[in-house]
């Protein structure tokens, strides 16, 4: 089966939004060991993740609306492959037991992530340089925008 860019845009908002409700159901009362200490208040963390599903949606829907985010969304997408295997795959590993979002993420967000890769891919743009710049714009925003998110969260909390 294989997507267009906005199609598969919202395919991955939709599993980002999925991702991000487990782990504001679960991550925040998760027993993390002191070496990993978890001080982020529960609603500083819910701030944070609902304001990421709301950029993917955003993003999405920019897609949709004929806008010229396609990089962008990659870099996220990028970034939310990451966040499956580096965090969460990782902490099982380290933890002996299930992290919040290991399953959303590695089920529903990585496939999610490559269709849209898969599907901007089938334009050759992986290949135009100043798309893979804004590309890694894209994830580098994604990746800065969290702790700043976090620490918004706190001051509004």
Request: glycine share 6%.
């Amino acid at each position: 089966m294989s997507f267009d860019p906005a199609a598969a845009a919202m395919l991955l908002a939709l599993a980002v939004t999925a991702h991000n409700v487990e782990e504001m159901i679960w991550l925040p009362a998760f027993p993390h060991p002191p070496a990993l200490r978890w001080d982020v208040p529960a609603r500083a963390f819910r701030f944070a993740a609902v304001v990421v599903a709301l950029v993917f949606w955003a993003a999405a829907l920019a897609l949709a609306a004929g806008l010229p985010a396609e990089p962008v969304v990659a870099g996220f997408a990028l970034a939310m492959i990451l966040n499956a295997f580096v965090p969460h795959l990782g902490l099982i590993v380290v933890l002996h037991r299930y992290h919040p979002g290991t399953a959303t993420g590695l089920l529903l967000v990585v496939p999610a992530a490559c269709a849209y890769l898969i599907a901007v891919d089938a334009s050759n743009r992986m290949q135009d340089m100043a798309f893979l710049a804004w590309t890694a714009a894209g994830l580098a925003l994604l990746a800065a925008s969290v702790p700043l998110l976090l620490t918004l969260g706190k001051r509004l909390g």
